[in-house]
């Protein structure tokens, strides 16, 4: 069964910087396209960035563009995302997802396995 397991969040000043990890187990990591999701208070899921299995096909929501960067070590079974110049717009619990094939998911729907993700809380 695989298992995904967040770190790296926090509290965080505005401008401030976090490294968030997700060691992914139970499976074949280098199968699987990779996603950063986050959830809001009062807000649905949305997709931050995600990867395909290679890192060569990489997607960034528009608000995150230029800031953030998703990437993976298939030696490591770890996925990153490096978040710099954060807002306070980017509090949220961070999830991490996996989604077995290729291609770079976008969706939730297209995700197999969640973890249980990590608070992000950036302070104006």
């Known amino acids: 069964q695989v298992q995904l397991v967040e770190s790296g969040g926090g509290l965080v000043q505005a401008g401030g910087s976090l490294r968030l990890r997700c060691t992914f187990s139970?499976?074949?990591?280098?199968?699987?396209?990779m996603g950063w999701f986050r959830q809001a208070p009062g807000k649905e899921r949305e997709s931050v960035s995600t990867?395909?299995?290679?890192?060569?096909?990489?997607y960034y929501t528009d608000s995150v563009k230029g800031r953030f960067t998703i990437s993976r070590d298939n030696a490591k079974n770890t996925v990153y995302l490096q978040m710099n110049s954060l807002k306070p717009e980017d509090t949220a619990v961070y999830y991490c997802?996996?989604?077995?094939?290729?291609?770079?998911?976008?969706?939730?729907?297209?995700?197999?396995?969640w973890g249980q993700g990590t608070q992000v809380t950036v302070s104006s």
């Open positions: 990867i395909n299995r290679g890192s060569g096909s990489i």
């Open positions: 997802a996996a989604a077995e094939g290729g291609g770079v998911r976008r969706y939730r729907y297209e995700y197999d396995y």
């Open positions: 139970g499976g074949t990591f280098a199968r699987y396209a």
